[in-house]
T-cell receptor, first 115, second 113 residues
Framework: DTEVTQTPKHLVMGMTNKKSLKCEQH?????MYWYKQKAKKPPELMFV???????INESVPSRFSPECPNSSLLNLHLHALQPEDSALYLC??????????????FGPGTRLTVT | QQPVQSPQAVILREGEDAVINCSSS?????VHWYRQKHGEAPVFLMI?????EQKGHEKISASFNEKKQQSSLYLTASQLSYSGTYFC??????????????FGRGTQLTVWP
């Protein structure tokens, strides 16, 4: 099973709302990632979790708050977002995030619209 | 540290070949290739590690030229299903990899019947 699942598929939220994006994988991967992708642009790394610990935060604004409750789950908590945060949010996982580069498996993404 | 991809777009007829290049001004440790169809997630194609290896998968293969700091993706006898945006992702060196992939801007490939 090489599947990464994400919920919800679509999310519309106001600038004062609080919402969460969820990601799950059952491949036994120990590294999980959040990416943001704008239309016609490449995915942009936001966060990396390695063995359930945050190892990379690419200077993401604090209105995005990641959480890794266990090795299979990854959440992204959203609060007080701006319209420019509207994008496709992709979750990915890989075997590890150490010295050996492994392929990353992407979920289908959550299409977020901030109104 | 974003790698540079070329060309930006390619239009092909079914059965034709294409080459997509990915280059970097910094030393590369690994290059990852992904294909993304409209409205879908990127799908992993292959990884190449420093060492100049070449990999193949059916009619899609890739090479990594360490001297030129460049990777090329070769699509031969293209099929309609090859249409999509191809991204290369690069990691700079083994020590600081930590899963940090820098993606190129993508190459939009369209295959017509």
């Amino acid at each position: 099973d090489t599947e990464v699942t994400q919920t919800p598929k679509h999310l519309v939220m106001g600038m004062t709302n609080k919402k969460s994006l969820k990601c799950e994988q059952h491949m036994g991967h120990r590294a999980m990632y959040w990416y943001k992708q704008k239309a016609k642009k490449p995915p942009e790394l936001m966060f990396v979790y390695s063995y359930e610990k945050l190892s990379i935060n690419e200077s993401v604004p604090s209105r995005f708050s990641p959480e890794c409750p266990n090795s299979s789950l990854l959440n992204l908590h959203l609060h007080a977002l701006q319209p420019e945060d509207s994008a496709l949010y992709l979750c990915a996982s890989s075997q590890d995030a150490g010295g050996t580069p492994y392929e990353q498996y992407f979920g289908p993404g959550t299409r977020l619209t901030v109104t | 540290q974003q790698p540079v991809q070329s060309p930006q777009a390619v239009i092909l007829r079914e059965g034709e070949d294409a080459v997509i290049n990915c280059s970097s001004s910094k030393a590369l440790y690994s290059v990852h290739w992904y294909r993304q169809k409209h409205g879908e997630a990127p799908v992993f194609l292959m990884i190449l590690l420093k060492g100049g290896e070449q990999k193949g998968h059916e009619k899609i293969s890739a090479s990594f030229n360490e001297k030129k700091q460049q990777s090329s993706l070769y699509l031969t006898a293209s099929q309609l299903s090859y249409s999509g945006t191809y991204f290369c992702g690069a990691t700079a060196d083994r020590g600081s990899t930590l899963g940090r992939l820098y993606f190129g801007r993508g190459t939009q490939l369209t295959v017509w019947p």
